[in-house]
T-cell receptor, first 115, second 112 residues
Framework: GAVVSQHPSWVICKSGTSVKIECRSLDFQATTMFWYRQFPKQSLMLMATSNEGSKATYEQGVEKDKFLINHASLTLSTLTVTSAHPEDSSFYIC???????????FGAGTRLSVL | AQSVTQPDIHITVSEGASLELRCNYS??????LFWYVQSPGQGLQLLLKYFSGDTLVQGIKGFEAEFKRSQSSFNLRKPSVHWSDAAEYFCAVGDTGNQFYFGTGTSLTVIP
């Protein structure tokens, strides 16, 4: 149980284009989803927290107009990187938790490469 | 402020040897503590967690961790390491809002 699917696992795009990453909870209702960014050999940096049906809460320094997060259902959240630039290249990981549960279950991550 | 410290950036052990990964946290209330493992290019897999009760918790893959409130520590242990245990290990503390604070990770290398 508690499986989180993240898609795509790897994406390459041209500078200036937008990329959407999906995060799905397969066997539980994810009332809260989290989006992280991880640089090579570093820890996870929380970008934003989203609750189903509400606007995401972004961490300080994260551009909400650049990283659009939607959590329209209890099983799906999406992160859209708009007008991507090479500095946005990174490993993005989502996680999900169920109401009242204090565990986050993580997706396998998405490697974004912006050319 | 909440924080997690993993003092060891990189550890190398021989296969079959015992392992201990250190984790210290700073948190004002009763912490929710976690250990996750990450293989290269992958997401994080939950190894074990501590919420309350018995301070020695058992996890998957033969791992265990001990919560020591007096030392603000939650060290991860395994009596006999396997080559497949080579990975990055993250300690995390969760707050009441379910936000996690991660340590910087410990990279484990296992030599035959």
């Amino acid at each position: 149980g508690a499986v989180v699917s993240q898609h795509p696992s790897w994406v390459i795009c041209k500078s200036g284009t937008s990329v959407k990453i999906e995060c799905r909870s397969l066997d539980f209702q994810a009332t809260t989803m989290f989006w992280y960014r991880q640089f090579p050999k570093q820890s996870l940096m929380l970008m934003a927290t989203s609750n189903e049906g509400s606007k995401a809460t972004y961490e300080q320094g994260v551009e909400k107009d650049k990283f659009l997060i939607n959590h329209a259902s209890l099983t799906l959240s999406t992160l859209t990187v708009t007008s991507a630039h090479p500095e946005d290249s990174s490993f993005y990981i989502c996680s999900a938790s169920e109401l009242g549960q204090r565990i986050q279950y993580f997706g396998a991550g998405t490697r974004l490469s912006v050319l | 402020a909440q924080s997690v410290t993993q003092p060891d950036i990189h550890i190398t052990v021989s296969e079959g040897a015992s392992l201990e990964l250190r984790c210290n946290y700073s948190y004002g209330a009763t912490p929710y503590l976690f250990w996750y493992v990450q293989s290269p290019g992958q997401g994080l897999q939950l190894l074990l967690k501590y919420f309350s009760g018995d301070t020695l918790v058992q996890g998957i893959k033969g791992f265990e961790a001990e919560f020591k409130r007096s030392q603000s520590s939650f060290n991860l242990r395994k009596p006999s390491v396997h080559w497949s245990d080579a990975a990055e290990y993250f300690c995390a503390v969760g707050d009441t809002g379910n936000q996690f604070y991660f340590g910087t990770g410990t990279s484990l290398t296992v030599i035959p």
